[in-house]
C-alpha cells in the first residue's frame, strides 16, 4: 500500500516531465485520449433509414433491407452499443476488411479494362464509415489544397475550369490516371494523416479499416474467385475512399505549386 501512495506521488512529476514528448500517434494510457465523440442510438436510426435501398449487400449477405426491417425493434439500440465500443477501442472487426469485387462496365465492349471495380464491403462497416467521416472532413477539409476539387463537397470540375478562364498564364493538362484507387500506397497516408491533426482516435479507426487485414474476392459471371490479400490502395465505393484519396494526392499538388505557383488541377 505504501508503494501505491508513493507511485501516486511521483506519477504528476512523470506525466509533466514526458508529456510532450510523447508521440501524438499514441493515444493509449494518456489523460486526453482524444476518443470520438459517443454515438447516439437517434443517429445510428437515421443513417439506416437514409442508407439507399438499392444498394448491393456485401459478401455477409445482410442487405440494408434487413437493418431496416430491424428498427422497429431493440437492435438499433444494440447496435449503438456495438458502434460506441469500437469507438472507445478504436478498432474495427478484421471480416470488415473482406471486400466483394463486382466488375461495373463504363461502355458496352464487355472488356475487363472498360470495367470499374467497385468493393462491396459488409453493410455495418459502411454505416459505421458514415459515423467518422464528418469527422474526417472536418480534420482535413481547411488543409485539401484549394485545386483539389475533386471528392469535395459543393465543388466539381468545372470550377478549375471556370477559374482557368479568368487567368493570364494558362496550362491545362487532361490527365486522367488508370486504377486510380488502386495505386496509394498505404504505408504513406497513415503519416499524412497524423501531419494533418486527424484526432489520433480517428486515425486509429481508419487504420484497421483500410490499413490491415484487407483482402478481396473478385467475381464474375457468377463464378468467385479465391480471396485475395491487398497491400495497396482503397476499396473503391466506400465513402471514405475519396476523401483519403484527396489526402494522399495532397502532397503531390502542394509540390507541384512550390514548384510552378498557382495552377489548377482537375
Known amino acids: 500500500m505504501l508503494r501505491r501512495i508513493f507511485e501516486k506521488i511521483i506519477h504528476p512529476e512523470l506525466i509533466s516531465a514526458t508529456a510532450s514528448q510523447i508521440h501524438p500517434a499514441q493515444s493509449g494510457f494518456t489523460k486526453s485520449d482524444s476518443t470520438l465523440h459517443p454515438l447516439q442510438l437517434r443517429k445510428v436510426r437515421t443513417l439506416i433509414n437514409t442508407y439507399p435501398s ?24 444494440h447496435l449503438t452499443t456495438v458502434f460506441n465500443i469500437l469507438l ?22 464487355g472488356l475487363a479494362a472498360k470495367c470499374r471495380p467497385i468493393s462491396l464491403t459488409p453493410m455495418l462497416r459502411r454505416i459505421f464509415e458514415k459515423i467518422i467521416h464528418p ?9 485539401i489544397h484549394p485545386a483539389q476539387s475533386g471528392f469535395t463537397k459543393s465543388d466539381s470540375t468545372l470550377h478549375p475550369l471556370q477559374l482557368a478562364n479568368h487567368s493570364h498564364r494558362v496550362f491545362r ?31 486509429k479507426c481508419i487504420h484497421y479499416l483500410f490499413f490491415t487485414n484487407l483482402a478481396s474476392t473478385m467475381i464474375a459471371n457468377g463464378v468467385k474467385s479465391r480471396m485475395i490479400d491487398r497491400r495497396r490502395g482503397l476499396f473503391q465505393g466506400t465513402i471514405l475512399s475519396p476523401p483519403l484519396f484527396n489526402i494522399y ?5 502542394i509540390k507541384f505549386t512550390a514548384r510552378f505557383g498557382s495552377f489548377f488541377w482537375w
Open 135 to 143: 469527422e474526417l472532413i472536418s480534420a482535413t477539409a481547411s488543409q
Open 88 to 109: 472507445r477501442l478504436q478498432a474495427t472487426p478484421s471480416h470488415w476488411n473482406h471486400a466483394l469485387v463486382v466488375m461495373l462496365p463504363k461502355d458496352s465492349t
Open 249 to 253: 494526392l495532397n502532397r503531390l499538388l
Open 173 to 203: 493538362v487532361l490527365y486522367d490516371a488508370m486504377h486510380a484507387f488502386d495505386s496509394p500506397l498505404l504505408h504513406i497516408l497513415p503519416d499524412e494523416l497524423l501531419e494533418m491533426g486527424v484526432p489520433p482516435a480517428l486515425c
Open 54 to 77: 438499392t444498394k448491393a449487400c456485401g459478401e455477409d449477405g445482410i442487405h440494408i433491407l434487413v437493418l431496416k426491417a430491424q428498427l422497429p425493434g431493440p437492435f438499433a439500440h
